[in-house]
T-cell receptor, first 111, second 112 residues
Framework: EDQVTQSPEALRLQEGESSSLNCSYTVSGLRGLFWYRQDPGKGPEFLFTLYSAGEEKEKERLKATLTKKESFLHITAPKPEDSATYLCAVPPTKGAQKLVFGQGTRLTINP | NAGVMQNPRHLVRRRGQEARLRCSPMKGHSHVYWYRQLPEEGLKFMVYLQKENIIDESGMPKERFSAEFPKEGPSILRIQQVVRGDSAAYFC??????????FGEGSRLTVL
């Protein structure tokens, strides 16, 4: 069964304290790995797509990287406004175009 | 350029009533997806539609739930005879041909 597992479930950091979030997946023949940010009461906001091992993408204080079995979302010198739930998702091994989501990492940045 | 539009944002129904949630995709997008998010849980796929066609409904409960995306007008997720367990946030997403899904702000259903 296709699975997407994110860790940790929750993470509290002080402002400026860098860290990484992990997303591991079990799908075969990866057709892209997607990162989203979700604020409370809002819909997920698209951040990045990664397609091949070794690929990296950056946006402000966020950098996403991809290996053959997992992806990392690195957060450098975070600010309180980076507090959100971060979701990763992959298309399933078989079947139509859709995304399978992990449970998310709830990130809190304290000032 | 409007994003994915969902309405209503909040809906309250009593047990046994019907709930209809509407979704207009982003301009130029022909693929629509519905997801459900229960409190403190992840996003669960329900159904994937293109105009006038249901492509994948593998995540849709077999009873009481239906979805459509007519030739004209928004996509509609319909829940008949709602029960308390249907209380959740329902998100619609749309995509073009690149695969990225863009989500609306969601419709939050509360069943009393």
């Amino acid at each position: 069964e296709d699975q997407v597992t994110q860790s940790p479930e929750a993470l509290r950091l002080q402002e400026g304290e860098s860290s990484s979030l992990n997303c591991s997946y079990t799908v075969s023949g990866l057709r892209g790995l997607f990162w989203y940010r979700q604020d409370p009461g809002k819909g997920p906001e698209f951040l990045f797509t990664l397609y091949s091992a070794g690929e990296e993408k950056e946006k402000e204080r966020l950098k996403a990287t991809l290996t053959k079995k997992e992806s990392f979302l690195h957060i450098t010198a975070p600010k309180p406004e980076d507090s959100a739930t971060y979701l990763c998702a992959v298309p399933p091994t078989k079947g139509a175009q859709k995304l399978v989501f992990g449970q998310g990492t709830r990130l809190t940045i304290n000032p | 350029n409007a994003g994915v539009m969902q309405n209503p944002r909040h809906l309250v129904r009593r047990r046994g009533q019907e709930a209809r949630l509407r979704c207009s995709p982003m301009k130029g997008h022909s693929h629509v997806y519905w997801y459900r998010q229960l409190p403190e849980e992840g996003l669960k796929f329900m159904v994937y539609l293109q105009k006038e066609n249901i492509i994948d409904e593998s995540g849709m409960p077999k009873e009481r739930f239906s979805a459509e995306f007519p030739k004209e007008g928004p996509s509609i997720l319909r829940i008949q005879q709602v029960v308390r367990g249907d209380s959740a946030a329902y998100f619609c997403a749309s995509s073009g041909d690149t695969g990225e899904l863009f989500f609306g702000e969601g419709s939050r259903l509360t069943v009393l």
